[in-house]
């Protein structure tokens, strides 16, 4: 029976192999064989990180001890840059381990360091090895960061908004940026009308980062940003941006997508499918909106399920229900469902939990039951 795809295994001997053909042909004393066998007989017992981290160690091993060599070696052996603009599945993952070996090894030779970065990430990414030289050199990293903002590669002007995220995920966070973020907010307004999706995608996530330390400040920049562009492609960022904030029920960021948080509405009739249901079940449930506003309104209906946690206390979690625009005394019903199957990001334990309707932001309705 095959064995089911990990995470990990991007890092696996084919392309361990790879990585080594191409530095042999822009190097040609490179000891290839000696490379593949210090690394794919360690690559089973070791998870994602480890083995990245594994062929990094590797490659300062069997490079030139001189970090600049090392580094222009490293560059010759990329190959062309990808002819789309854009990356899917395990594209460009051989990259990673290279960008690493940069930020652990060349963090004391900033230009040779950037110059290798600046070629690496326009292949794959180098998002989260930026991050030690904007701690370290913060001045010199931003200078150049800016600079690649008007680059022709995407994926370059990509890196000035990624690698900047105040939270960015599986990466140390920037605690200077969740102080202050005006730095990182001058570089996303050169970027906020990028023509690639990759890229504006990149502004939001940004954005949504900044919001969970500084909600006023994106909320402000926002409205500004709105107001001088009203183009569908402006609206998008704006509305994936403060999609955080949505959730927590801001009211600048409910009135600046049309939602009135202080709205008029009654909710009744919640019904659920079970009052016990079961890990691993499914519940549906329903319930009824009617507005007691005199003209038209835009709601945001989520639902939130207080669930147990394993300390024995209840904790939110906020899931979206539905976008609708209501008429004046008018009543809809909603109809969800909602999955109890255990999941690597969400453990489900036994026990009192509750489901409230959350409409503009806050909280309404609420109908308790039990999980068994």
């Not at 690394?39 to 981290?53: E, I, K, N, T």
């Not at 995407?154 to 005006?182: H, K, M």
């Not at 691993?280 to 209906?301: H, N, P, Q, R, Y």
């Not at 147990?308 to 625009?325: I, L």
Request: glycine share 6%; charged share 25%.
């Amino acid at each position: 029976m095959k064995s089911e795809f990990q995470f990990r295994d991007v890092f696996n001997p084919d392309l361990v192999n790879e990585l080594a053909g191409n530095i042999a042909e822009a190097w040609k004393p490179f000891d290839r064989q000696g490379f593949v066998d210090a690394v794919v007989p360690q690559l089973p017992a070791l998870g994602f990180g480890a083995r990245s981290s594994l062929i990094a160690d590797t490659l300062h091993k069997h490079l030139p001890d001189d970090f600049p060599s090392a580094a222009r070696i490293l560059i010759a052996a990329l190959g062309p840059e990808p002819e789309t603009d854009s990356l899917s599945g395990f594209d460009g993952f051989v990259v990673m381990p290279q960008c690493l070996f940069v930020s652990r090894y060349g963090i004391g030779h900033f230009d040779a360091a950037i110059a290798a970065l600046y070629e690496m990430t326009k292949r794959f990414t180098a998002e989260g090895d930026i991050r030690p030289f904007i701690q370290k050199c913060p001045e010199k990293t931003m200078a150049f960061l800016h600079k690649i903002t008007q680059d022709e590669s995407p994926f370059a002007r990509r890196l000035a908004s990624e690698g900047t995220r105040p939270r960015l995920p599986l990466a140390p966070r920037l605690p200077r940026f969740q102080r202050d973020p005006t730095p990182v907010l001058a570089l996303l307004e050169k970027l906020k009308a990028d023509p690639n999706l990759m890229v504006r995608r990149s502004v939001a996530n940004n954005l949504n980062d900044i919001a969970k330390d500084n909600p006023d400040i994106v909320v402000a920049t926002l409205e500004r940003w709105q107001r001088a562009d009203s183009s569908k492609e402006m609206q998008w960022i704006i509305s994936h941006a403060l999609r955080t904030l949505l959730k927590q029920g801001h009211p600048g960021a409910l009135r600046l997508l049309g939602y009135d948080p202080d709205v008029q509405i009654i909710v009744s009739d919640i019904h659920l499918s079970s009052e016990r249901p079961a890990i691993g079940d499914e519940i549906a449930f329903s319930f009824t909106v009617t507005s007691g506003e005199g003209e038209a309104c835009k709601l945001m209906i989520d639902y939130v399920v207080h669930f147990m946690k394993a300390n024995g206390k209840q904790a939110p979690k906020v899931f979206k229900a539905a976008k609708k625009t209501i008429g004046p005394g008018e009543t809809i019903t909603i109809e969800k469902r909602h999955s109890f199957q255990q999941r690597s990001t969400r453990v489900h334990y036994p026990g009192q939990h509750s489901l409230e309707v959350q409409i503009n932001g806050k909280g309404t309705s609420r109908a308790e039951f039990v999980l068994v």
